[in-house]
């Protein structure tokens, strides 16, 4: 059951606080509901649903005009603004009703004209269903316990012993103007009803007060519920959003099936170098006991509860089986390419009904239902993976209950494909380039250390996903933090330890589904002569330094080998390796055999597409060197410590973040490999030959 999170103090405080204006205040109250409706996945995710108020205000000339303030897109309910709510005209959209049709361009077009404010965002798309309903407050939501109802093959019927009056239903319209005139009219038909449900799409609740309009869509979920599991004699499990513990197979499943559709979106896009998908596993208990049922290949055929989900997930998912796993990679393909075959059969003739024709999308599955393991949500990021997968989660749920209550009916695939290939959203194909790393999932040892996270921003910042390895667990969380824990991950492990390099390469899969590039990084440094060199502390000294590098790089190239899709590797080598300091040689000796490692792995995995770089940095600001060092080194020299840090033929310091970006460079140079580039401002001595 959904809970009323309505809080009548908190209420009066944000009516308050918006000032003495009553569309302000009402305006601020719908914000508040909006807020509480998007906090709960159970009712709406990722941008879906969408919100209103009517109001009114004046114009420039002082005179009074009613204005509809509706959720902008491109924002979220869960934590929308004042201004992600823009205000528009309502007289306008309520002549605009007299048409008899209005094209989806026309009307993004016309709705435009009527903002008060001309750079707000557009309007949602069902700006006209809200406009034309008479409801002061209006809330949309797209519930998976009321999915469950709307995509029952007798859904009205339902309705009425459910709800009686209350809710009237409304025959499935694509968004946009015709929805929004059918709603109109079935309103207008039950002037009695307190909501609408949009038959194989959604819910609406209305009220004259905000409370009350919120309220409506818990009471309505909750009636809701109690039906379907009575009817199922189960009671509804929520939509999970978390991530169970993956299975153990997933490590060997997903970059297997990675690479599959890494080389499907190789031929699809003509692109050698096109990413593979991100990959988001859900297992769960939730999930097993689903993709156990007898009937998921009929499900995985019946569509998606509610048609936003589409562009996310596709109508289908893959479905791989026990037997498919067991066949292997073979299997596998095949598999994905019946799927390619069958989301083309599904494009042509649809794409024929269309005289300015339509641009196929990409075939290749978004969304994965594996026997045993979980649900795959897949995208070009680990965000639109994640997206996927939710709503991968929530679908389960309504199909589970739907089927076992009367039959999982939604919108079929002509309809879908509208959506699909809606032409507003045709229009921005190509037009929005994805970073230029989308797509890469980039692991990086020491990542919570200077150089480590650096690089880790200096990734994320060109779009890739990252799973920071590092041995100090609070030095990593804080890490994630500033990065973004929701999207990115990490393990806090010893990478000196035998197992370390699969340990953390399988939680990456488990993560991201594979991974792209290695940044190996970690590194310490022991100071003292060689003659009195303790042998205990050059072998520890060759475990983080040489060992390391090695084992993470050799998981690394195997996994890369699985996936099938070339990859790189990328080492911090240092300047110890070429031009040895005094005192270091515990340092400079394994430094010196990564460096040799780099050229030999670059030399042996090249034929496989797998690239292996590495930098040479000099005198960054680090674990390694620290204050009291920088200190230590400028006094023993007989000069300042900025001198000291600036002491190259640049005469500048060299930060972390140089390093950073010269390791982003290596990764964006498609045909550099083998290739050690100096960061240190420059050394004649230190130079490479
Ligand atoms: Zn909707």
């Given at each position: 059951m959904v809970q009323s999170l309505w809080n009548d103090d908190q209420a009066q405080e944000i009516a308050r606080d918006a000032g003495a204006n009553p569309a302000d205040q009402d305006l601020a109250l719908e914000v508040y509901a909006s807020r509480l409706i998007g906090s709960n996945p159970a009712l709406v995710q990722h941008g879906g649903g969408n919100t209103s108020c009517k109001a009114t205000r004046r114009d420039l000339f002082g005179r009074e005009i009613e204005v509809l303030h509706i959720k902008g897109s491109g924002?979220?309910?869960?934590?929308?603004?004042?201004?992600?709510?823009p205000a528009v005209r309502l007289d306008p959209l309520l002549k605009l009703?007299?048409?008899?049709r209005l094209s989806d361009e026309d009307m993004v077009n016309a709705v435009r004209g009527t903002?008060?404010?001309?750079?707000?965002?557009?309007?949602?798309?069902?700006v006209l269903l809200h406009a034309y309903l008479p409801h002061k407050f209006i809330n949309h939501t797209h519930a998976t316990v009321m999915l469950a109802l709307a995509d029952l093959p007798n859904a009205a019927k339902v309705v009425r012993e459910i709800f009686g009056d209350r809710i009237a239903c409304v025959p499935f319209f694509m968004p946009g103007f015709a929805l929004a005139k059918a709603a109109a009219k079935v309103a207008e038909a039950h002037p009695e009803a307190e909501g609408l449900l949009l038959l194989k799409h959604g819910h609406f609740a209305f009220a004259q007060e905000a409370k009350q309009a919120y309220e409506r869509i818990i009471e309505h979920t909750n009636m809701a519920e109690r039906w379907l599991e009575n009817t199922r004699g189960t009671p509804v499990k929520k939509p999970s959003t978390t991530r169970a513990p993956a299975p153990s197979a997933a490590s060997d499943i997903l970059p297997l099936l990675r690479g599959i559709l890494g080389q499907a979106n190789a031929e699809f896009s003509g692109n050698i170098d096109a990413p593979m998908p991100v990959m988001d596993l859900r297992a769960g208990a939730n999930v097993q006991e689903f993709l156990a049922r007898p009937d998921i290949d009929t499900l995985a055929t019946r569509g998606v509860a509610t048609p936003d989900h589409v562009i996310r997930t596709k109508n289908r998912p893959l479905v791989l089986h026990t037997a498919d796993i067991a066949g292997g990679p073979d299997a596998i393909k095949r598999a994905v390419d019946a799927y390619i075959d069958n989301y083309k059969a599904y494009f042509t003739p649809n794409a024929a009904?269309?005289?300015e024709g339509k641009t196929m999308l990409n075939p290749a599955p978004t969304l994965a239902w594996i026997e045993g393991l979980g649900l795959v949500g897949m995208g070009l990021d680990a965000k639109a993976a994640a997206i996927a997968a939710d709503q991968a989660q929530q679908g389960i749920v309504a199909m589970a209950y739907g089927e076992d209550c009367g039959g999982f009916h939604p919108v079929g695939e002509a309809e879908i494909f509208d959506m699909e290939y809606w032409s507003l959203e045709q229009a921005k194909l190509g037009k929005a380039k994805p970073p230029a790393l989308a797509g890469r999932v980039v692991l990086i040892t020491g990542g919570a250390g200077a150089i480590g996270l650096a690089t880790a921003k200096a990734f994320a910042a060109k779009g890739a996903d990252i799973f920071l390895v590092d041995l100090d667990e609070a030095a990593l969380a804080q890490a994630l933090d500033t990065l973004g824990a929701k999207r990115h991950a990490g393990a806090a492990l010893d990478i000196t330890e035998e197992d370390a390099a699969t340990r953390a390469i399988n939680a990456c899969i488990e993560r991201f589904g594979g991974l792209d590039i290695l940044v190996s990084n970690a590194g310490a440094a022991w100071s003292g002569a060689m003659k009195d060199m303790d042998d205990a502390l050059l072998r520890k000294s060759f475990e983080l330094n040489f060992f390391a590098h090695q084992k993470f790089a050799s998981a690394a190239a195997r996994l890369f080998a699985i996936q099938g899709h070339g990859g790189q590797i990328l080492f911090n080598v240092s300047k110890q390796a070429v031009n040895p300091g005094k005192n270091f040689g515990a340092y400079g000796l394994p430094k010196a055999a990564t460096f040799f490692l780099l050229r030999q792995l670059a030399l042996e995995l090249g034929a496989a597409g797998v690239r292996v770089n590495g930098i040479n940095a000099d005198?960054?600001?680090?674990g390694l060197l620290d204050d009291a060092f920088i200190k230590e080194r400028a006094r023993a020299r007989g000069i300042d410590e900025a001198t000291y840090m600036a002491g190259n033929l640049l005469n500048r310091e060299v930060e972390a973040s140089h390093v950073a970006d010269a390791f982003v460079t290596l990764a964006l140079s498609p045909r550099t490999t083998a290739h050690v580039m100096t960061v240190?401002?420059?050394?004649i001595e230190a130079a490479l030959r």
């Open positions: 924002w979220d309910l869960g934590n929308i603004e004042a201004e992600g709510m009703r007299a048409l008899d903002l008060l404010n001309s750079s707000a965002p557009n309007p949602s798309v069902e009904r269309f005289p005198r960054i600001r680090s240190d401002g420059g050394n």
